[in-house]
């Protein structure tokens, strides 16, 4: 079981303890001193390849010292910057630094020193397991670890719970028959609760878990300015830290392509065109006093219909750019907890249309089940799942915005 | 049938900038890759930046650089050429690569940006020699150019002067090609270790290789036994102090040792040799790397107290750490006494400057060799020390061109089917001392011409 306070302990025992030597000091050598030159396998376990189970931020620290050396690749993205600027990599540093990498892979295809090169340089990957070493540190509850640790296995339990607990509803509760439409199977009050409940647990979860990783981050002498809060958000919009050098992400393999940046904007855009359905759908009913359903040419309809096609299109790309892609930058565990969300997203967004499709048949109650409990999972889902990245890489952005602006960073740039 | 190949042998800069260029002009292109897929690129892997002229200021750089500056600095850090014409062309072809190399995909790091020194005189890759292998090896195989990984070419026949057969691998796997002509790119001989063993003697096993293991000089060797003209200095190298715990091969740039002038340096047997303060810019990389190896086992110590590890750099391998001097030399297997000495006189010599803030102006008085620079007392504990040794970087030897880059005999002729880009040739345009980006830009330049040389093969 991944634990992390073990894992607080032994990165202080590492730090002590490790030898820091990537090559082995032999002895006895040809002009009897101490240094000689070895051929062929350096000592473990610098080198060796740790399992997300073993992952501690040592690992990052190596790696990213190697890139403050060299800074090649400090025209791909903010991170090398950002890196030269903390020299000591502090567990602090490495979990803001890992959230200031979007993953878009540049780095790794570039990098001289990259597996199979003893150096064994895979900065995506090596962030991708510091990211999620940090989100285990900032899960709250800290007892749920685990359930973001196996992001699929709380996601089918939580999706599958909530429909069938709004089966077991539909089931038990005679229908309504002076309520119209959807009210007439699930009625208002308890769609409410199924909503209201894991949203604000979820938003206490959050509130928590990014308020500890802020206090771990922040910087102690720049501050917030508008400015940097404004550009911190025209990073988020144009992904900026997705675009590489220019020439876009290595989506699948060594080729540039914008589609990953394309895709990530667009299902943004989508699960914003149906969060903007609920929001008037709630205005038409407490506001104007117009209940549901509404007809298919009306505001919260062609929103949510035109969102939750965006997001059925969008998920579908993303989970077949994850279907083909190289796994050498990521992990299994992280492809995996992408996938998820990715699925649960999509099962939204295919019952929410079929739903509307459906909304005068039998079918219906069913669907209803679905969706809503899709929902509501999802709600709940917030904090336990790669959803919770959202708050971790605005508050990274806003960091290295405050930076930029109060630091006046010369890069050290090695070259022959 | 398939027209014969023009075959290009190695996978570097040079390699690729010839294949490509010949490719443009319509010619059948084969190259011949040493190396595995994934440490394709030779020493271009582990490079940053390209010299160029440029007589207006461009994104890539806020001043200007005409062709005649890039030529005297030539001829003042490396000397005069063994082909003056080769060195000129060079220069007033760089400044038409950077648009070339965009051309075939390559990414540069524009200073605008913000992330790259406004250097005038070299312009930065994006992401490396790494990524501009791969965008060249991409823009290659779009065009058409057949690509061959694990191929070693390890014989050339020859008949009236004309290489008539390339041979490849060797063993079971060994294979052949009957070429329409040949551009050897296969780099230096910095990897072998019996020419560095005929060289330096028993110092060639204190020596570390910086780049790729595959630089054996093998292709340079069968043009010198059929008759090439030898240029360049084959009894030096570049070397460059590196730590000692670099592995043999493929280190690249991150295991250099950097900071002397903010330490003191001693060998083996705890003495100083040479001023560490004396040289501040960033030659002194290559004066210490040919220093230490004359140094007993080829080793040095960079000595630094905690003041001076604060103000160092970053660096591949933590420094050897001790409370003290004793405990220190102990590590190392230097002479306590010895050491203690050494520092202790050192401390007594430091003279402070009258605005003692100026760590610059720091300075030994009445000591041998003195320190001229930064000659803070080492007296903070802890103690720290980074072992150091010669690192090569490239050879200067190599085989002679004319200005078509045709390879010249013996007695003036040139062969008649056989060019050379790279480092192959470089020692034709320098084979003494460098300056930053010149071999990369000699690589890319050359190569193209190469490859423009071949254009209905
Ligand atoms: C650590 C380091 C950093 C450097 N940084 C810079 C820099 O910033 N700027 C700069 O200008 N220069 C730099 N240099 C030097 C520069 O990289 C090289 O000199 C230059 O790239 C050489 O290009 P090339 O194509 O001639 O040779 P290489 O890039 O070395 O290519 C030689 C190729 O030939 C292949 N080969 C060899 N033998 C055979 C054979 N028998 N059969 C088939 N293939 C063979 C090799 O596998 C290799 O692919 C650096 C060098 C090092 C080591
Ligand atoms: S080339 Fe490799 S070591 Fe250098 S900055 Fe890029 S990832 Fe880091
Ligand atoms: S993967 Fe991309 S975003 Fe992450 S560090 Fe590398 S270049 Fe930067």
Redesign the interface.
């Known amino acids: 079981m991944f634990n992390v306070t073990n894992h607080i302990k032994s990165e202080t025992a590492v730090e002590k303890n490790n030898p820091q030597t990537p090559f082995s000091v032999a002895k006895g050598t040809p002009q009897n001193n101490p240094f000689s030159i070895e051929k062929g396998t350096p000592q473990k376990p610098y080198f060796e390849k740790k399992e997300l189970g073993e992952f501690n931020p040592f690992e990052a620290r190596r790696v990213l010292n190697v890139c403050n050396i060299c800074g090649y690749c400090n025209g791909f993205c903010d991170v090398f910057d950002a890196a030269q600027r903390r020299p000591a990599l502090t567990t602090a540093d490495l979990a803001h630094l890992a959230y200031l990498c979007h993953g878009c892979r540049n780095c790794l295809y570039a990098c001289q020193y990259a597996p199979p090169h003893q150096f064994n340089i895979n900065v995506p990957r090596t962030l991708t397991q510091m990211r999620q070493y940090s989100d285990a540190l900032h899960v709250w509850p800290s007892a749920l670890a685990g359930a973001l640790r196996h992001s699929a296995r709380t996601a089918l339990l939580l999706t599958g719970g909530a429909i069938a607990l709004l089966l077991g509803l539909i089931w038990l509760l005679a229908p309504n028959t002076n309520a119209s439409g959807f009210y007439r199977v699930v009625s208002l009050p308890v769609m409410i609760v199924l909503a209201v409940i894991p949203l604000s647990w979820s938003l206490l979860a959050l509130t928590r878990s990014w308020r500890s990783y802020w206090q771990l981050t922040r910087p102690q002498t720049a501050v917030v300015t508008w400015r940097s809060l404004r550009l911190a958000l025209q990073d988020v919009v144009l992904l900026r830290n997705l675009r590489g050098g220019g020439h876009g992400c290595n989506d699948v393999d060594e080729r540039f392509s914008h589609l990953r940046r394309r895709l990530h904007q667009g299902l943004l855009i989508g699960v914003g065109l149906c969060f903007a359905a609920t929001l008037t759908a709630l205005f038409y009913h407490h506001a104007l006093g117009w209940s549901a359903p509404y007809p298919v040419v009306s505001i919260p309809v062609l929103l949510g219909t035109s969102g939750g096609i965006g997001i059925v299109l969008t998920t579908s790309g993303l989970l077949m750019l994850k279907w083909r892609g190289d796994l050498t930058p990521t992990t299994r565990s992280a492809q995996t907890a992408d996938r998820t969300v990715l699925l649960v997203l999509m099962t939204v967004a295919v019952s929410g249309l079929a739903l509307l499709i459906e909304r005068e048949t039998a079918a219906m109650a069913i669907l209803l089940a679905l969706h809503l409990g899709g929902v509501s999972a999802l709600f709940a889902l917030l904090p336990y799942s790669k959803l919770v990245h959202v708050g971790y890489r605005m508050m990274a952005l806003v960091i290295e915005q405050m930076e930029r602006q109060s630091a006046h960073h010369q890069s050290v740039l090695i070259s022959e | 049938m398939n027209p014969a190949p023009l075959v290009i042998i190695g996978g570097g800069a040079a390699a690729l900038c010839a294949a490509i260029a010949a490719r443009q002009r319509g010619a059948t292109v084969l190259l011949l890759e040493q190396a595995p897929r994934?440490?394709r690129g030779g020493n271009t892997?582990?490079?940053?930046?390209l010299r160029i002229a440029h007589d207006t200021i461009t994104p890539l750089s806020l001043g200007t650089y005409s062709a005649a500056e890039f030529r005297a600095d030539l001829d003042r850090a490396t000397g005069t050429a063994s082909n003056p014409a080769l060195r000129q062309l060079l220069v007033d072809e760089s400044a038409t690569l950077t648009e070339w190399l965009a051309g075939a995909g390559v990414?540069l790091?524009p200073v605008t940006?913000g992330?790259?020194?406004p250097s005038r005189r070299?312009a930065?890759?994006?992401?490396?020699?790494?990524?501009m292998i791969?965008a060249l090896y991409?823009r290659a195989a779009a065009l058409g150019v057949m690509i061959r990984y694990d191929s070693a070419v390890t014989g050339l026949q020859f008949e009236d002067g004309r290489v008539i057969r390339v041979e490849v691998g060797r063993g079971a796997g060994a294979w052949s090609v009957t070429p329409q002509g040949v551009i050897v790119c296969s780099g230096g001989a910095q990897a072998n270790r019996n020419w560095w063993r005929e060289r330096w003697g028993?110092a060639a096993?204190?020596?570390?290789n910086r780049g790729i293991p595959h630089a054996d000089g093998a292709v340079l060797n069968l043009l010198l036994q059929q008759g090439a003209q030898a240029v360049g200095d084959p009894t030096q190298a570049y070397l460059?102090a590196v730590d000692?715990?670099?592995?043999?091969?493929?280190g690249?740039?991150?295991t250099?040792i950097r900071c002397m002038p903010r330490g003191l340096v001693v060998d083996?047997h705890g003495q100083r040799r040479y001023d560490e303060g004396g040289d501040t810019a960033s030659t002194r990389y290559a004066r210490w790397g040919q220093r230490l190896l004359q140094f007993?086992?080829?080793?040095g110590y960079l000595l630094l107290d905690a003041q001076g590890l604060r103000e160092a750099?970053?660096?591949?391998?933590?420094p050897l750490r001790a409370p003290d001097l004793a405990v220190l030399a102990q590590?190392?297997?230097i002479p306590v006494p010895a050491l203690r000495e050494t520092v202790a006189a050192y401390n007594a010599a430091v003279q402070p400057p009258a605005d003692a803030a100026q760590a610059l102006d720091w300075h030994t008085v009445g000591l041998e060799p003195p320190k001229s620079r930064y000659a803070l007392p080492l007296r903070e504990r802890p103690f720290a020390a980074y072992?150091m040794?010669p690192g090569i970087?490239f050879t200067y030897h190599g085989v002679g061109v004319d200005t078509q880059l045709r390879v010249l005999r013996r007695d003036g002729s040139s062969f008649e089917n056989v060019w050379a880009a790279g480092m192959v040739m470089a020692p034709n345009i320098f084979s003494s001392g460098?300056v930053?980006?010149l071999?990369l830009t000699i690589s890319c330049v050359s190569g193209r011409l190469a490859g423009e040389q071949n254009s209905h093969l």
């Open positions: 994934w440490q892997r582990h490079s940053r930046n990414q790091q940006e992330r790259v020194p070299t930065f890759l994006r992401g490396g020699g790494t990524a791969n991409a028993a096993a204190g020596v570390v460059v000692a715990r670099s592995p043999a091969d493929d690249g740039i991150v250099r083996a007993p086992g080829q080793v750099p970053p660096a591949l391998v933590p590590q190392l297997k072992p040794r970087t460098y930053s980006g071999a």
